[in-house]
C-alpha cells in the first residue's frame, strides 16, 4: 500500500508563471488536506477537502490559489501567476473517511520556488 | 501568539542520552493532541495521537504525556539515537473542525554521536 504521494517534488516557476501541486492520496482514503510550510515556520493548514467537494478552504488565500479532489485522478493545488512570497513546501496529507480523529498521513512535499 | 508554543526551539545531545521537548497550548476545547516527527526534506510522520481524556501514550522510545488542565503536553525520548535527528511538532486539533487546526513551530533534535 504506497503511502501519499506528491509530484512534483520541487517546482520552480518564474514570477506570473502557474504552479500545479499534485497529491494522491493512500488507497482507501476520501479525505485530502493541504499545508503550507514556510521556512522556519510551522505548517499552516490551507484546505480540506473530501472527492468533489471542499469542505474547508478558510486557510488558503482568496485570490490565485485554488484546490480540487476531483473523482478521479489526485488532489490538485493550483497557484497562478506565482509570486516570490508562494516559495515555500506544500505538503498534502489524506485520512480515512472516519472524522476529525482520523490520523493523517503527510506526503514528502513539493517545494516550490518562485524566481 | 502562536496558540501551541514549543520549547526549546533547538536541542542537541549526546546519542543515548533522554530528552524532554515541550508543548504550551491555549486552543480550547480540543479533539486531540498529535506528535509528529519531521525529518529534513520530508514530510510529518505520526508519532502519537492523544485525545483529551488521555494523560500519556508511547510508542517504542517516545512517550507523550498530556495535562488538560495546565494545557501542556510533553514528549519524552528515551535512549537517544542519531535517527532520532529532526524536528518534532505538536499539533492540537480542535473540536469544531480543521479550521483552526495549530502547528507548533517543532523543536530541532540533533542527536550526536
Known amino acids: 500500500n504506497a503511502g501519499v504521494m506528491q509530484n512534483p517534488r520541487h517546482l520552480v516557476r518564474r514570477r506570473g508563471q502557474e504552479a500545479r501541486l499534485r497529491c494522491s492520496p493512500m488507497?482507501?482514503?476520501?479525505?485530502v488536506y493541504w499545508y503550507r510550510q514556510l521556512p522556519e515556520e510551522g505548517l499552516k493548514f490551507m484546505v480540506y477537502?473530501?472527492?468533489?467537494?471542499?469542505?474547508?478552504e478558510s486557510g488558503m488565500p482568496k485570490e490565485r490559489f485554488s484546490a480540487e479532489f476531483p473523482k478521479e485522478g489526485p488532489s490538485i493545488l493550483r497557484i497562478q501567476q506565482v509570486v516570490r512570497g508562494d516559495s515555500a513546501a506544500y505538503f498534502c496529507?489524506?485520512?480515512?473517511?472516519?472524522?476529525?480523529?482520523?490520523?493523517?498521513?503527510f506526503g514528502p512535499g513539493t517545494r516550490l520556488t518562485v524566481t | 501568539k502562536n496558540q501551541v508554543e514549543q520549547s526549546p526551539q533547538s536541542l542537541i545531545i549526546l546519542e543515548g542520552k533522554n530528552c524532554t521537548l515541550q508543548c504550551n497550548y491555549t486552543v480550547s476545547p480540543f479533539s486531540n493532541l498529535r506528535w509528529y516527527k519531521q525529518d529534513t526534506g520530508r514530510g510529518p510522520v505520526s508519532l502519537t495521537i492523544m485525545t483529551f481524556s488521555e494523560n500519556t501514550k508511547s510508542n517504542g522510545r517516545y512517550t507523550a504525556t498530556l495535562d488538560a488542565d495546565t494545557k501542556q503536553s510533553s514528549l519524552h525520548i528515551t535512549a537517544s539515537q542519531l535517527s532520532d535527528s529532526a524536528s518534532y511538532i505538536c499539533?492540537?486539533?480542535?473540536?469544531?473542525?480543521?479550521?483552526?487546526?495549530?502547528f507548533g513551530i517543532g523543536t530541532k533534535l540533533q542527536v550526536i554521536p
Open positions: 496529507a489524506s485520512s480515512p473517511p472516519a472524522g476529525q480523529g482520523a490520523e493523517q498521513y
Open positions: 499539533v492540537v486539533i480542535p473540536s469544531g473542525g480543521y479550521q483552526k487546526v495549530t
Open positions: 488507497k482507501g482514503h476520501s479525505h
Open positions: 477537502l473530501q472527492k468533489e467537494n471542499i469542505i474547508d
